[in-house]
Each structure stands twice: as C-alpha cells, then as structure tokens.
C-alpha cells in the first residue's frame, strides 16, 4: 500500500503506521529520510534553480535598459536611430533627403525643448533677481528720504507704477535707476528728489516734538533752515545735522520749506 505524504487523519491509516507521520499545523505529514535525493525533488529542484538564475538574468537586462533608456526623448524614434547606427556601421544605404530632413527636425524638437525649459528658469531667477534689488533699493532710498513708514508700502507702490524703475548691470552687479527726462537716475537720487516735490511731500514724515525744531535731540532749539520771522538759516548747524543724520536733515529742511539739494 503506497503512503500519502500529508493526511488531514490517519483515522484510514493502520495504527501500526501511526508512528510513521509527525502532526505539524494541524495536518500530518509523512516523516521521510533521504527526501533530498528523491527523483522527483531533484527535478523540482534544478528546475527551481535554473528559475531562477532566468529570473536574475531578466533582472539584469531589464536594468541594463533602462539605463540606455534614460534621458531620451519622448519622441524618440527607435527605428531612426537603428537606421543611423546601421550607416554608421557601414550595413545601411545613406538617407534620402527626406529622411534627413526629418531626423533634424526631431533633434531640433528635443534642442528647442530643452531651450524652453532653461528660459522659463531663467525668467524665474531673472524676476526674482528684480524683484529683490527694485523693492530693496526703493525700500533703503524711501527711509533715506524720510518717508512716513505708514505711508511707505503706497510710496513704493507709486513709484513702482511709474514704470520707470528698471534693473541694469554693470561691471558685473545689479544696479537699479530710474529713466527720466534727463537721462537714466540713480534710484536714491531719484527718491530724495520726488520726496521733495509736491506728489512726494505728502509722504514724507513731519518733525514732531523735540526734533521738530532741532533734529538732534537737545542740542539745537531752533531749525537750522528755518528763515520765517526774518530768522537766518544757520549754514554751520545744517552741515553738522546732515553729517549726523542725513535723513532727519531733510525733514528738517522739508519742513521749513527748503527742497534738500545734498
């Protein structure tokens, strides 16, 4: 009688072959010596071995195209390319002129593709570059000037709407200006002129408190530009204020009407 090899009972298994089978997880299984050298496992086996070495072999092919594959072109014509390699080798007549014509064509696709692509970054950099040195250089010449910085995010925004404020280079650095009338102006220069015009005075903070009359905390009781009620301008007190503090010098001097010119 030929013995099964896993039973669900040995209730159908004389009980003198009981000892025979050992219970593992529930079912029982036949306990044989020598299963390795069996036939029918040897054939299981090498099949299972030669598996796999397919299966690392397909593993291996599989990476090494997609390497070659990387980085092509989504319109990459395969057929194209084996017929350049051919000619190239000496197996395939030359192209015809049509045909030339279209593989320049799918190269310049790809060229002009990848040219778009380092424009659009480009542009970014190139607005994110104006952007900085603009908004920044507007911001330090609006504090130099004296401007209200409650009324500074409108005086930037005038200014900006103009559309005169531009970005150059030279020698290397970024440099912004402004193009008037005259010629192309340095942004501060620029600033400190409109702050003094009648559009741009109504941004300019108004002295207040000590300051209002001296600027310099204690040390001066009266503006040094001040010349109503037949007073005279102090020439010596003005060059120390604009020495010290040249952005309350122009308020001062704003403030007694006098347009700054340093």
Known sequence: ???????????????????????????????????????????LKNAHERQKQTNR????????????LEGLPDDFDADAYET???Q????????????????????????????AKKDERIGTLTGAVNKLSIDDGLSKALDEAGVDPAFKPGAMALLKSKGAVKLVVEDGHFKAQVETDMGPMPLANYVRDWSGSDEGKIYVKKPTGADAQGG???????NPWDSSNGKNPNLTKQ????????????????????????
């Open 216 to 222: 310099t905390g204690g040390r001066f009781t009266d």
């Open 239 to 262: 060059q120390q204020v604009i020495s010290e503090n040249p952005a309350k010098a122009r308020q001062m001097a704003q403030a007694a009407g006098v347009t700054p010119n340093w």
């Open 84 to 86: 350049l390699k051919q």
């Open 88 to 115: 190239a080798e000496g197996k395939a007549p030359a192209k015809t002129d049509e045909q030339v014509a279209q593989i320049r064509q799918q190269l310049e696709r790809k060229h002009q593709a990848e040219l």
């Open 57 to 68: 072999t397909l593993q291996t092919d599989l990476t090494t195209a997609k390497a070659r």
């Open 1 to 43: 009688m030929a013995l099964k090899t896993i039973l669900d009972s040995l209730d159908d298994v004389p009980e003198a072959l009981h000892g025979e089978y050992k219970e593992i997880d529930g079912r029982f299984v036949l306990d044989l010596e020598g299963i390795d050298v069996h036939p029918t496992v040897v054939n």
